[in-house]
């Protein structure tokens, strides 16, 4: 039997260990999909709701008869809270983008599993694609826990 018909053979020694390769790399595939929803759906909901209700609270206390002093203080605080949103968002956007990157790239060693004249030393490597992605999301993330408590901070001062 030649090699272009080895996949056919059932007691070819070398499907075990790629059916155990692939089945690993369908676990990490599936972790990755999970990992990018509880991303989307926990971490950046509290960044966004942090933002929004410092956005609201702001601008409630701004159209109150009282106000904050010094007059910089409102609109410093209100454009961190709302630029604290927009970052909270693109980081979903972003962290979103590179699980999928990511998953892609688990995926396409899945297939790589069924080719017996494929080399598999490196399959089990890290994925590379999406990292910078990844990591720019992330900044996005601090950006806008940074702003929340800036502009924490500064509505504090103004109210004091």
Known sequence: MGNEYAVFDQNHPDLKRRAEYRSALEAWWNRLVVQAST??????????????????????????????????????????????????????????RSFDLMADEVKERIILTHDLQADLTHIFDPVKRGNRINIAGQCCGWISVILAITGTCILGYGIM
């Open 39 to 96: 991303w989307d759906l926990e971490t950046v909901k509290h960044l966004i709701v942090l933002n929004a209700a410092g956005l609201a609270g702001m601008a409630t206390i701004m159209a109150g008869s009282k106000g904050v002093t010094p007059g910089w203080v409102g609109p410093v605080a209100l454009f961190g809270y709302g630029l604290g949103v927009v970052s909270a968002i693109l980081n979903m956007h972003l962290a979103a």
